[in-house]
């Protein structure tokens, strides 16, 4: 018995955004994401930036030092979130909603979290 693939053209095209579950598409769950890179984007800035700085010799540095710097960058880069950010959870917003084909909020309108 003899195995021939099966060509391209007898295979069925699907859409793939079609094939997105609810969750993917609510709107809420796309606000939450757009937060949450932006959050992590601001992060890592927050340690380029720190990087840049020399040590501080008041405290004695060490690994507890950095494990603490780490975790109040990753707060502090939260809280810039949550009080509007630098912008850019609403473009990711917008277009998450749009490839998704869910309704974007309107450009430049801040949300009253």
Same mark, same amino acid.
């Given at each position: 018995?003899?195995?021939? *693939?099966?060509? #391209?053209?007898?295979? *069925?095209?699907? #859409?793939? &955004? +079609?094939?997105? !579950?609810?969750?993917? &598409?609510?709107?809420?769950?796309?606000?939450k994401?757009?937060?949450?890179?932006?959050?992590?984007?601001?992060?890592?800035?927050?340690? !380029?930036?720190?990087?840049?700085?020399?040590? #501080?010799?008041?405290?004695?540095?060490?690994?507890?030092?950095?494990t603490? &710097? !780490?975790?109040?960058?990753?707060?502090?880069?939260? +809280?810039?979130?949550?009080?509007?950010?630098?912008?850019?959870?609403?473009?990711?917003?917008?277009?998450? !909603? &749009? +490839?998704?084909?869910? *309704?974007? *909020?309107?450009?430049?309108?801040?949300?009253? #979290?």
């Open positions: 018995m003899d195995v021939k *693939p099966i060509p #391209d053209n007898a295979l *069925p095209v699907t #859409d793939l &955004r +079609a094939q997105k !579950s609810a969750q993917e &598409r609510n709107p809420e769950q796309i606000k994401v757009a937060r949450e890179f932006e959050a992590m984007f601001v992060a890592m800035m927050l340690k !380029s930036m720190r990087d840049t700085v020399g040590k #501080d010799t008041l405290t004695g540095g060490g690994k507890g030092e950095e603490f &710097r !780490s975790l109040l960058d990753q707060e502090y880069a939260n +809280a810039a979130v949550q009080g509007g950010g630098i912008g850019l959870a609403q473009t990711i917003e917008r277009e998450l !909603s &749009r +490839a998704y084909g869910t *309704p974007a *909020p309107a450009k430049g309108v801040r949300d009253a #979290d």
